[in-house]
Every structure is written in structure tokens, then in C-alpha cells.
């Protein structure tokens, strides 16, 4: 079976492959700091699913948060007694980075442009929403173009918080209307329909682009579901096409 961990910012999602089927998925919020919490942790995560350590063959991570690399690499080679793989810009991922600086490109929209178009082909738009909202475009000829990125649902609430003593934080619920009658309902309708907006906007510009008219947008991420009530250009959610994609790098790495 094959652990693979994408870490992010706010939330760190995880998954068990056993050969081609997700038998098991979580998403987590990323406050674990040391290689013994985190290598606890799944070890009691995997255990609600009835597996030990022993029936993990495999792992491979993505991460964008650094400082959390060795400690998440340690864990795993510890407790799970396997060498990971750690995704990055090095990696061979089959898939051409036409960006000024490939090596600056979060392995997570690597790995997301790569699972999207082994899945759904080319061109595409993947839009990701997490901590925060990224865009990334794939070429007709399958290559990364680079992409787009935003502050995240939750950036954008956090950010009303901090800044505005009077504005409270709400929960991510759909108002009825976009005019909202209280002031937990205005930012619920600023925050959803806003990026909605956003969403739809961003998409239009990158449909006006050479070769990009037919580029199928797929939702992933936390609250992709979420925003795909709102979109008006979300074709596709794929909750867990990152967690994919890493099972395909660590494939193509481990035949070559």
C-alpha cells in the first residue's frame, strides 16, 4: 500500500492507495510541528482503518511549508520503515514547466496540473482552493504554462477578522441571497459570490488565450465542492486529485 501526504499551509491531506483505489482519505489541519507528532499521528490514523505499519510499501509527500519537510521525511522513515518520496520542482514528473523559474513552482500545482491531465487531458484549467485559490493551466500539448493564484476562502475571512475589529468570523455557508440583511450574511455573500466571481473571471481571461477556449476547469481542494455551487465554470470536483497525482509521480519514479 502507498501513504501519500500533501502538506499545506492550513490543511494537510493524506491517503492510503492500495494499487489503484483510495481506500482511505483525510484532511487535516497542518499543526504538527515534529517528526514524532506527525509519525504518531498517522499511526493512529491508519489504525482506524485497520492497517499497520507494515502494510505501508511505499510514500511519497508534496509540501509547500519548508520547515516541515525533514520532519514529515523522518516520521515516515521511522515509523513506517519506507523512504519516501518527496515531490519538488527536481522531480521527474513527465511533465514540461514552462515557467520563468520552474524550481519556485509549489509541488502541489505541479502535482496538480499532472494528475489533471493524466485524468481529464488537455488543455485544462485546475483550480485548487485551499489557504489559497490557484489556477494552473495546462497546454493543448500537455505542458505546465504556469497559472494564477489568489487569497484563499478562509485567507479572506481571517483577513476581515484581523483587520476589522467590529466584523466577526463566520462559518462558509451559502446565503440565500447576495445581498446579505445582517452582517454575518453581507460577508458570507462577499466571500462565496466574490469568488465566485473571481473564479469565473479568471477562467474567462484564460479561455481568451491561444489554444485555451476548450479548457475543462477542474475543482480540488477543501472547499471545491463548495465553490462549484457558486461557479459558473466549474465543470468538474475532484476532491482528492492531488493525493493521485503523487501516486503517479511516485509510479513513474519508482519504474525509471
Avoid at 502507498?2 to 483505489?21: F, K, R, S
Avoid at 485546475?126 to 504554462?145: K, L, N
Avoid at 479572506?156 to 445582517?182: D, H, M, T, W
Wanted: proline share 4%.
Amino acid at each position: 500500500m502507498l501513504l501519500v501526504i500533501d502538506t499545506g499551509n492550513t490543511t494537510t491531506a493524506a491517503g492510503i492507495y492500495d494499487n489503484d483505489e483510495l481506500i482511505a482519505h483525510w484532511r487535516l489541519s497542518s499543526i504538527l510541528r515534529t517528526y514524532d507528532e506527525f509519525g504518531i499521528y498517522f499511526l493512529n490514523l491508519i489504525a482506524t482503518k485497520g492497517l499497520k505499519p507494515s502494510d505501508i510499501h511505499g510514500a511519497a509527500f508534496a509540501s509547500v511549508v519548508p520547515s516541515l519537510d525533514f520532519p514529515m521525511a523522518s516520521a515516515i522513515r521511522q515509523y513506517f520503515g519506507v523512504d519516501p518520496l518527496q515531490v519538488n520542482g527536481m522531480t521527474d514528473t513527465g511533465m514540461k514547466i514552462l515557467c520563468d523559474n520552474p524550481h519556485e513552482v509549489g509541488a502541489d500545482r505541479i502535482v496538480n496540473a499532472l494528475a489533471g491531465r493524466e485524468k481529464y487531458g488537455s488543455p485544462l484549467i485546475v483550480a485548487d482552493y485551499g489557504t489559497a485559490i490557484t489556477f494552473d493551466v495546462v497546454s493543448p500539448e500537455g505542458a505546465y504554462m504556469g497559472g494564477v493564484i489568489a487569497p484563499g476562502l478562509n485567507s479572506g475571512i481571517s483577513a476581515l477578522f484581523s483587520k476589522a475589529a467590529k466584523l466577526p468570523q463566520v462559518a462558509l455557508n451559502i446565503p440565500e441571497s447576495v445581498i446579505g440583511r445582517n452582517t454575518e450574511k453581507a460577508i458570507q455573500s462577499g466571500i462565496l459570490f466574490g469568488n465566485a466571481g473571481l473564479t469565473d473571471r479568471i477562467v474567462d481571461m484564460i479561455h481568451s488565450e491561444p489554444g485555451m477556449k476548450s479548457a475543462r476547469v477542474i475543482a480540488t481542494g477543501g472547499h471545491a465542492g463548495l465553490m462549484a455551487k457558486v461557479s459558473e465554470r466549474i465543470d468538474v470536483v475532484d476532491k482528492w486529485l492531488t493525493l493521485e497525482g503523487l501516486k503517479m509521480i511516485y509510479e513513474r519514479v519508482k519504474e525509471n
